[in-house]
């Protein structure tokens, strides 16, 4: 009995390191997969910008992370509508960046009164963006993040097998 104790703290903890390397993997995927649908399914609108701005984010620790937000009115066929989101996604928050600046350079290219292409989903034409481009960096990090997650989970409850063969 116990023997077995100390095999079960590294199996609980080789498999809960899986488990959240499955979520975090799953995670990642299905942004991408969001993303890149998004913009299949995007038609083209003609759109005003009304403002710009960078917005922080609190993570709930000492660093703050900024979103672009550019406000913008477009016109579908059927209705005008007023969107905020730059990149594709189910947030406005796909994107965040480490540094105030880093966020001003994505939307030095607005200018309120001015006009841009507005993408926007024909099912749902509230949900609009400006860039169409899947954000590959965040998604490819946790997608990373869980096959190393997964990996080490699976390397610990190995050693446990090996321990005691």
């Known amino acids: 009995m116990l023997q077995t104790i100390p095999t079960a703290v590294p199996i609980a903890t080789g498999g809960i390191l899986a488990l959240l390397g499955l979520f975090v993997l799953a995670n990642g995927v299905r942004t991408y997969w ?20 960078v917005e922080p984010v609190l993570d709930g620790g000492s660093s703050t992370t900024y979103v672009p937000t550019v406000d913008y009115e477009y016109q579908t066929p059927t209705q005008r509508l007023r969107g905020t989101t730059v990149y594709p996604g189910e947030s406005q928050v796909t994107k965040l960046f480490h540094s105030e600046s880093a966020a001003e350079t994505v939307i030095q290219e607005y200018e309120p009164g001015g006009s841009a292409i507005v993408y926007y989903d024909p099912a749902n034409p509230d949900h609009s963006f400006l860039e169409p481009e899947v954000q590959r960096g965040p998604n490819l990090s946790k997608i990373l993040l869980g096959i190393g997650l997964i990996g080490l989970g699976v390397f610990i409850i190995a050693q446990i097998g090996l321990v005691y063969a």
């Open 34 to 53: 969001h993303q890149s649908r998004a913009i299949r399914r995007s038609e083209q609108a003609s759109g005003t910008i009304e403002s710009v701005s």
